[in-house]
């Protein structure tokens, strides 16, 4: 047994390895570079403005929902849209309002609400 040349072999393989292994990554890198452009160049971005009706895309409803149960839920109304892309809403069932990632969000073209309503008492008359 010749200890010097299995050594030395031994350092060629793991040099093989590491050449290998950096390829490997290598690869993984330009693979998820290339599948981000491609989701990326899918995402439409969504503009809202506010008092504008929203529906939000339920994404823990995945458990057996049932085949003809709708993901979206809603309707919100949009108060402030921030420029990184959050969407501040108010529930217009309970009236509480929190802040979303706007692509969670779609535009709901239903009956529209109307703000300007006022309130007449008949007995004043």
């Given at each position: ?53 929203v529906l939000l895309f339920n994404s823990r409803l995945k458990l057996f929902p049932g085949k003809l149960k709708s ?55």
């Amino acid at each position: 047994m010749d200890w010097a040349a299995a050594g030395d072999k031994r350092l060629l393989k793991l040099n093989e390895i590491e050449k290998f292994q950096t390829q490997a990554y290598e690869n993984t890198r330009l693979y998820k570079e290339k599948t981000k452009q491609w989701h990326d160049a899918k995402i439409f971005p969504m503009q809202f403005e506010p008092r504008q009706q929203v529906l939000l895309f339920n994404s823990r409803l995945k458990l057996f929902p049932g085949k003809l149960k709708s993901r979206w839920s809603g309707s919100f109304e949009v108060i402030q849209v921030y420029s990184h892309g959050a969407v501040f809403v108010n529930d217009l069932r309970t009236r509480a309002t929190f802040k979303l990632n706007g692509q969670r969000l779609k535009h709901y073209w239903g009956a529209p609400i109307e703000h300007d309503k006022q309130n007449v008492s008949l007995h004043d008359v």
